[in-house]
């Protein structure tokens, strides 16, 4: 779907730039989105947000210990630490 008219620039445009972690103001300078009349400014600010906050790959974190885990890899039970005795 077209979101910017003006700059013919369509959602699935924005939502790439946002899943390469750009935001908002860098997406609008890189593509030109919401620069002439402005009309689809909330639109575009509403593709950026959902696809940065919400998309499954966007917040994946490697565990860098691996005591620590993730839902992904969860730590090895031979890795995890006892109780001190
Ligand atoms: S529709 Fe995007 S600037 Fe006009």
Do not use: Y
Not at 20 to 43: H, K, P, R, S, Y
Not at 64 to 76: D, I, R, V
């Amino acid at each position: 779907m077209i979101v910017c008219v003006c700059r013919r620039i369509s959602d699935r445009e924005i939502a790439r730039h946002a899943r390469a972690g750009l935001g908002f103001d860098e997406i609008q300078f890189e593509l030109g989105v919401a620069t002439q009349c402005g009309q689809c400014e909330g639109c575009a600010r509403d593709v950026v947000a959902q696809c940065s906050g919400t998309c499954p790959t966007a917040n994946i974190k490697l565990a860098t210990n691996p005591l620590e885990g993730s839902p992904w890899n969860p730590p090895s039970p031979s890795l995890q630490l006892s109780p001190a005795a």
